[in-house]
């Protein structure tokens, strides 16, 4: 498995070694001692699993006082994820990055604890697949507004986005909780 660092600190992708032929492909999409090797040294404990069709913008979610840390992939389709830097004492707060994962590249995506992440379908529909350090407290999530102004995010949005109706109530990045 291959790490590609990112700009921001603690944060990169993964690329596994694909090994096919004719009959289709295998690889590990999980494996703890070469994860480890490579600075990935959290404990998971739920595995989480959503279809979602194009244009379905997720996001931007986090959790407060018991943050979750995120290893995501797609198994099928196309997303642009994103993520925003929540971490007040990192250089690159308020910043945001977007990552293409698919089931074509096969990539996966490090996000640790203190980052606002979400998603935009960029193909028909997509399976997303993520594992995470702690477990879903609806009481503890926090959302950023995907359409925030000052982040600009470019979504890169062919269409008209669909948003939940808990997402369309994000707040603003200058009101969001942070983290230190």
Same mark, same amino acid.
């Given at each position: ?8 600190? #603690? ?6 070694? &694909?090994? $096919?032929?004719?009959? #289709?492909?295998?690889? %590990?999409s !999980?494996?703890e001692? =070469?994860? *480890?090797?490579? $600075? ?7 595995d989480?699993?959503? !279809? +979602? @069709? ?7 979610? !986090?959790q407060? +006082? ?10 099928? #389709? %196309?997303?642009r994820d994103? &993520? ?5 004492? @990192? ?10 994962? @698919? /089931?074509?590249?096969?990539q =996966?995506l490090?996000?640790? +604890? /203190?980052? $606002?992440? #979400?998603f935009?379908?960029? +193909?028909? /529909?997509?399976?997303?697949? !993520? ?5 879903y407290a ?18 890169q ?6 948003? @939940? *109706?808990?997402?369309?109530? $994000?707040?603003?990045?200058?009101? *969001?909780?942070?983290?230190?």
């Open positions: 498995m291959k790490r590609i660092d990112t700009p921001f600190e #603690g944060l990169f992708v993964l690329e596994p070694k &694909v090994f $096919g032929d004719d009959r #289709g492909f295998f690889l %590990e !999980y494996n001692q =070469m994860l *480890a090797a490579l $600075g990935l040294r959290e404990h998971f404990v739920q989480n699993h959503s !279809y +979602s @069709s194009k244009n379905v913008i997720r996001g931007l979610h !986090y407060i +006082s018991r943050p979750q840390a995120k290893l995501v992939r797609v198994v099928l #389709g %196309e997303i994103v &993520v925003v830097d929540l971490r007040r004492s @990192s250089k690159t707060f308020g910043k945001w990055e977007a990552i293409h994962l @698919s /089931g074509e590249n096969k =996966m490090w996000i640790p +604890s /203190g980052f $606002g992440h #979400g935009r379908v960029v +193909s028909d /529909g997509a399976h997303v697949v !993520y594992k995470a350090t702690d477990f609806p009481e503890l999530e926090r959302t950023v507004a995907w359409n925030d102004p000052e982040l600009a995010i470019d979504w949005i062919d269409g008209e986005p669909i948003i @939940s *109706a808990k997402d369309q109530r $994000g707040v603003p990045f200058q009101q *969001a909780e942070t983290f230190q």
